[in-house]
């Protein structure tokens, strides 16, 4: 290490005769950008958390192959480069790289998103397998037709769709997006598909129906109950809203940001924003769904609507606010605490 004749470092954390810790910290006090991969082992989640606090650059989990070390490497040197150009104090701490970060630092951000999405693809066929598992666990105790299982997520994840990576900066599709399936035998009628907009706020109204325990009031979900039944009358189509808060803890954490979408068109509004940033981008949800041409120059009509949509859901949202969430200075201190690098994991 003396030498630094190297381009990468591969820190196996599962050596027992090594510190894999304490090494790491005197590796990166010498060398701060060196592509840093650290190599733990199932169990070792908190050894490998601890090393990305400490400036890993990426990890792997063994089993692991020969080529899958040459492309985590390649993928860390690439990162390391780019860090330096990454702009955001946030997103350089944390290694995200937007696709100008990686042009500037002259890495090819087709190979870094790739391989990135090849990892992601990964973990959710592992989790395909997993819940085979619980499926086949349900069944074997004889609990299926007693069990109601729901997959979905609290958000999406962008890779470049537009210029930055991860999740939390911007109330895009590719971060809005995502799954909601109901497993849940003599309940929900296989094969069922619910085409109008629904959110993910229907879910608590939803399970409190399918298990009999009535329906939830003061929410803004709906049950989307009478969607699983086919002869059920369905309920008018309404609109979905989404919002991105001011957290300097974020990307983009000095963007506030509110959005409505309906069967065709999709407004965001910036309630704080850079000046270089327009109030109100519009989206043809079907035209361009992936949300390339804001349209709120040339259909101003239609954002006059959604608006009024928008600012009407705002000031129910308000009315609905439960206490806790308006914040006196303890509770943001706690906040802070518990945000702070090193405490949310704990």
């Known amino acids: 290490l003396r030498d630094g004749d190297f381009d990468a470092v591969l820190l196996d954390l599962m050596m027992p005769e090594l510190d894999g810790l304490e090494l790491l910290d005197r590796i990166r006090e010498h060398w701060n950008v060196l592509p840093i991969v650290v190599v733990s082992g199932h169990g070792g989640t908190e050894n490998t958390l601890e090393a990305m606090r400490r400036g890993a650059t990426d990890f792997v989990t063994k089993p692991v192959t020969a080529p899958l070390l040459d492309l985590r490497i390649k993928s860390a040197w690439d990162l390391e480069q780019a860090r330096p150009w990454i702009g955001d104090p946030t997103r350089r701490r944390r290694g995200v790289p937007g696709e100008a970060d990686l042009r500037a630092a002259g890495v090819d951000p ?179 769904p992936f949300e390339r041409r804001n349209l709120a120059n040339q259909a101003p009509e239609v954002a006059a609507e959604l608006l009024r949509q928008l600012e009407t859901w705002s000031a129910e949202a308000e009315v609905l606010k439960l206490p806790a969430e308006n914040a006196g200075p303890d509770d943001l201190e706690a906040e802070a605490r518990l945000r702070a690098p090193g405490d949310a994991a704990e």
């Open 110 to 288: 087709r190979f870094y998103i790739e391989h990135e999405l090849d990892w992601y693809d990964g973990s959710i066929r592992g989790l395909d397998a997993e819940l085979v598992r619980v499926f086949e666990k349900l069944e074997s105790l004889g609990l299926a037709e007693r069990s109601v299982v729901v997959l979905t997520s609290d958000h999406g994840e962008e890779f470049h769709e537009h210029g930055q990576m991860l999740h939390g900066h911007s109330l895009h599709a590719e971060l809005l997006r995502v799954p909601l399936v109901f497993w849940a035998p003599g309940r929900v009628p296989p094969g069922t598909r619910v085409e109008p907009l629904v959110q993910t706020v229907d879910l608590l109204p939803t399970l409190l129906e399918l298990v009999g325990l009535g329906t939830a009031t003061q929410v803004h979900g709906r049950s989307l109950v009478p969607y699983l039944h086919p002869r059920v009358q369905k309920p008018p189509a309404r609109a979905a809203f989404a919002e991105k808060p001011l957290d300097p803890w974020l990307m983009n954490g000095d963007v506030a940001s509110e959005a409505v979408h309906s069967s065709r068109w999709k407004l965001v509004r910036h309630t704080r924003r850079p000046d270089d940033r327009p109030e109100l981008e519009l989206y043809d949800r079907v035209e361009d």
